[in-house]
């Protein structure tokens, strides 16, 4: 006897879903150690920085990558630094979602639900733009002694981000 096609559909969908990977059995490949030696992205996801900083307002433009976009929510927008939260985390970015969509974790619940202090993810995401704030002294786009300042303003951008309450 053959099954009615919408009823197969149904038994398939049902069997993926039971067999669907669940937020209790993810687990990390990573030792939640800050990364150094590391470069984000710094584009996409609709963020205003274009990844090269050859003019002062360039680095505005990283300042609010940073803190990525509040309209998109816990999520604010990980195209710009996806690489760095996959490689900090230890998990995929699908992975990192599902923590944020079906426990409701920012970057810092997610830190701290695989064991994690927060705090490094912040100094991962800060340093991964470093190369992009040396790029603007290079180009003459910001002096020596600014660096720092800017360095501040991008640690302070990603704090918000991953303490996101939004």
Not at 91 to 108: C, P, R, S, W, Y
Not at 124 to 147: M, R
Request: with cysteine; hydrophobic share 40%.
């Amino acid at each position: 006897m053959k099954t009615p096609q919408p009823i197969a559909a149904l038994i398939l969908v049902l069997a993926l879903v039971a067999c669907s990977k669940s937020v209790a059995n993810i687990t990390t490949s990573s030792t939640g150690e800050v990364i150094i030696g590391m470069t984000a992205n710094g584009t996409g996801s609709g963020m205003p920085f274009d990844g090269v900083v050859d003019q002062a307002s360039d680095l505005d433009d990283l300042v609010a990558t940073a803190r990525g976009d509040g309209a998109e929510g816990l999520h604010r927008g990980h195209g710009p630094v996806r690489n760095v939260l996959e490689e900090f985390l230890g998990i995929t970015h699908d992975e990192m979602h599902m923590f944020m969509e079906d426990e409701g974790l920012n970057l810092a619940g997610v830190c701290e639900r695989l064991g994690f202090d927060p705090e490094n993810l912040v100094e991962s995401l800060t340093v991964s733009f470093a190369p992009y704030i040396e790029q603007g002294v290079d180009n003459g786009a910001i002096s020596d002694d600014e660096a720092p300042l800017w360095m501040e303003q991008v640690r302070e951008g990603f704090r918000s981000r991953v303490y996101w309450e939004g």
